[in-house]
């Protein structure tokens, strides 16, 4: 029996956290009966009446789809976790034909953003292809590499493919300007936008499944990890995309725990401090990660069946550009799959 999981939500002073209704889960949905999903939804609803700021939260089981959070729907500013409809985009106008990995983009003056990346540095007219940006764009949030795929694919079709993905609260409506104003503006999402972009990529939906591949690949290559996987256990892979600005912090990602999947997006603003936001996120992160463990087991004893896809022939899909793809005179070394380790300085990193 199909069923929808309406959370509880806050009162009205509490963050003007909202009751959200959430589409209907797989044919193999269970009933919420003394479902481990509640008491993650109360600890998520308590955790958000004492946020640093306002706060949005959506964690979806994936071997169910069931799914729970806390001011879901709410629109926010997206901060580099906007990339990832960009990299949407750039997969989608690949599987048209539009262009490849091997596209070479040239750098204009248009495209260079002081705000993060090393290619702020390079000279106009610096070549890379799209691989190359790709990886630069959401492994080590580079806003110039994120540039120059925004002018390739057009903003207008990104926010069409948002739009038509049903990513109601998703646009671009500028390119990546981290010294202006107007950013927290012009990049909105929302949690549960997030959570269904990286749902479609786990179940190998989204675009086709060679696309999902490669886009999960590509977000396990992540640099910046002093967020959701700073409070995980050595070992436990994690695709994920984070975001700040000013007083903006964001981390959106997929979890591989063991035999319990789930798809997580925290999204804190308003921030008096961002080390305040640091540690909401490590905060819901480790709740999660907890609770998904008594999930497992709930759903072990009622014989209900785990995620289907095996993540690591999944993440198994793209390579990172080597050195002898950004220098030609460079050694050839054999490409590695990207190392999905954790930081042992979290707090040393800076999130993008």
């Not at 994120?146 to 990513?167: D, E, K, Q, S, Y």
């Not at 886009?215 to 700073?230: D, F, K, R, T, Y």
């Not at 600005?245 to 997580?264: A, F, K, Q, S």
């Not at 004893?301 to 990172?320: K, N």
């Amino acid at each position: 029996m199909k069923t929808k999981h309406f959370v509880r939500s806050l009162p009205a002073f509490a963050l003007c956290a909202s009751l959200f209704a959430l589409s209907p889960a797989p044919a193999n949905a269970f009933s919420l009966t003394s479902n481990p999903i509640d008491e993650l939804q109360a600890q998520l609803s308590s955790a958000a009446m004492h946020a640093p700021g306002r706060v949005g939260i959506a964690i979806e089981d994936l071997a169910t789809g069931e799914m729970s959070g806390v001011n879901a729907n709410a629109n926010l500013p997206a901060a580099s976790v906007i990339k990832i409809p960009v990299m949407v985009e750039v997969f989608k106008q690949m599987e048209a034909g539009a262009l490849d990995l091997n596209t070479t983009v040239e750098m204009e003056a248009s495209d260079r953003d002081w705000g993060w990346g090393d290619m702020a540095d390079a000279p106009i007219g610096t070549e890379r292809t799209v691989n190359q940006l790709l990886w630069l764009m959401i492994t080590q949030s580079d806003n110039t590499a994120t540039n120059m795929l925004i002018r390739t694919v057009g903003r207008a079709h990104i926010n069409l493919t948002m739009a038509a993905l049903g990513m109601r609260q998703t646009r671009l409506s500028d390119y990546i300007r981290s010294e202006s104003d107007s950013i927290r503006y012009a990049l909105r999402t929302s949690p549960k936008d997030m959570l269904s972009l990286l749902d479609k990529i786990a179940r190998e939906r989204l675009v086709d499944e060679w696309s999902s591949r490669e886009m999960l690949a590509i977000l396990a290559g992540q640099h910046h990890n002093g967020l959701l996987p700073a409070v995980l256990p050595a070992g436990i892979k994690i695709a994920h995309k984070t975001g700040s600005l000013h007083d903006t912090l964001n981390d959106v990602g997929i979890v591989y725990r063991d035999n319990e999947p789930y798809v997580i997006a925290v999204m804190t603003t308003q921030l008096p401090d961002l080390d305040l936001g640091r540690s909401f996120i490590h905060r819901i992160s480790r709740l999660a990660y907890h609770e998904f463990g008594s999930v497992e087991r709930w759903r072990e004893d009622r014989g209900i069946a785990a995620f289907s896809v095996d993540p690591s022939s999944a993440l198994a899909g793209a390579q990172p550009p080597d050195d002898a793809m950004w220098d030609p005179l460079a050694p050839k070394p054999s490409p590695e799959a990207p190392e999905l380790s954790l930081p042992t300085d979290p707090a040393a990193e800076s999130e993008q």
